[in-house]
């Protein structure tokens, strides 16, 4: 089993910048990838970056050059940098763990999901 917490939610001006955490915790050595993702009001979950073991990730077109993901593997932490957020960014994100089965399945973990709102 595998336990996320977010953190770092909130309000914040368009143009403004918010750093969201997501705290593991459990059985994290066989994590093969993090991701967050996010779901705006009446749209589906959808993901926005990734980062595997080696470091690679993966940004959706929305994002790209305005998102980073990182980690920081001493603290079992994986962070999402934001920066010039617009309101379309206003969503509940969401950190992910995945782990790769055979025959090609998975299992997801979820963190609960905390709220970004960006308004004026």
């Known amino acids: 089993q595998v336990q996320l917490v977010e953190s770092g939610g909130g309000l914040v001006q368009p143009g403004g910048s918010l750093r969201l955490s997501c705290a593991a915790s459990?059985?994290?050595?066989?994590?093969?990838?993090m991701a967050w993702y996010r779901q705006a009001p009446g749209k589906p979950r959808g993901l926005i970056t990734s980062?595997?073991?080696?470091?690679?990730?993966l940004y959706t077109d929305s994002v790209k050059g305005r998102f980073t993901i990182s980690r920081d593997i001493a603290k079992n932490t994986v962070y999402l940098q934001m920066s010039s957020l617009q309101p379309d960014d206003t969503a509940v994100y969401y950190c992910?763990?995945?782990?790769?089965?055979?025959?090609?399945?998975?299992?997801?973990?979820w963190g609960q999901g905390i709220q970004v709102t960006v308004s004026l």
């Open positions: 992910n763990a995945r782990i790769y089965m055979t025959f090609g399945t998975q299992i997801d973990y």
């Open positions: 459990g059985s994290l050595s066989n994590i093969d990838r």
């Open positions: 980062i595997t073991n080696d470091e690679s990730t």
